[in-house]
Every structure is written in C-alpha cells, then in structure tokens.
C-alpha cells in the first residue's frame, strides 16, 4: 500500500493562489486515481478533486474553475493548484488513493479576509 505525504498548505489571504503537493512513495501511483479531499474541524471530509489513471481531472461543484489537479509521475507528485482562494477553502487537505481509507497527517490551508 502507498503512502503520500502531502505539503505546501500555508496561510494566505482571500483571492490568493497556492500549490499543493502530494508525494507517492511509488510510481505505481500512475495506475490510480488519487484524489485531494478537505476537512475542516466538526465537518466530514470532502472529496475536492480525483485524478484519475490517465491523468484526466475531477472536481467537485464548489470548485468552480478555481482548483487544477496534475500529477509528475517522474517526481511520484500530485499536485492541486488553487487560485482565487476563499475563506471557506480553509482547512486541512488531504490526499488518497481513491477508495482507500488511509490518510496522512494532510496539510493546512487557512484563507483569510
């Protein structure tokens, strides 16, 4: 089973772009759909966005346009760009294979106004 170690969470202001990233500790990764999710503290966590093993992209609604999802199999990376950042885009971010219930420790985006 693969780990991913995701980073690049920070503090930023509303309206801002940030880059996560999400490293594979193999490149089988490139035969599954990864995908990014969100929690923030007394909620559920969300799906954001799933890549899958062709490298086509999946967002949910309140994406918006806003978010791209990419992957560098040579560098065993996933990444979510995020532009146009909004407070409630805050929280901790993780990412998975699809279907698996294993996280990571995430990392932590906070938007603020």
């Known amino acids: 089973q693969a780990q991913f170690v995701e980073s690049g969470g920070a503090l930023v202001q509303s309206g801002e772009s940030l880059r996560l990233s999400c490293t594979a500790s193999?490149?089988?990764?490139?035969?599954?759909?990864v995908a990014w999710y969100r929690q923030t503290p007394g909620e559920w966590r969300e799906l954001v966005a799933r890549?899958?093993?062709?490298?086509?992209?999946y967002y949910s609604d309140f994406v918006e346009g806003r978010f791209h999802i990419s992957r560098d199999i040579a560098k065993k990376t996933i990444y979510l760009h995020m532009d146009n950042l909004r407070r409630e885009d805050t929280g901790v971010y993780y990412c998975?294979?699809?279907?698996?219930?294993?996280w990571g420790q995430g990392t932590q985006v906070t938007v603020f106004s």
């Open positions: 193999t490149t089988a990764f490139a035969n599954w759909d």
């Open positions: 890549v899958n093993d062709v490298g086509q992209g």
């Open positions: 998975s294979r699809w279907g698996s219930t294993q």
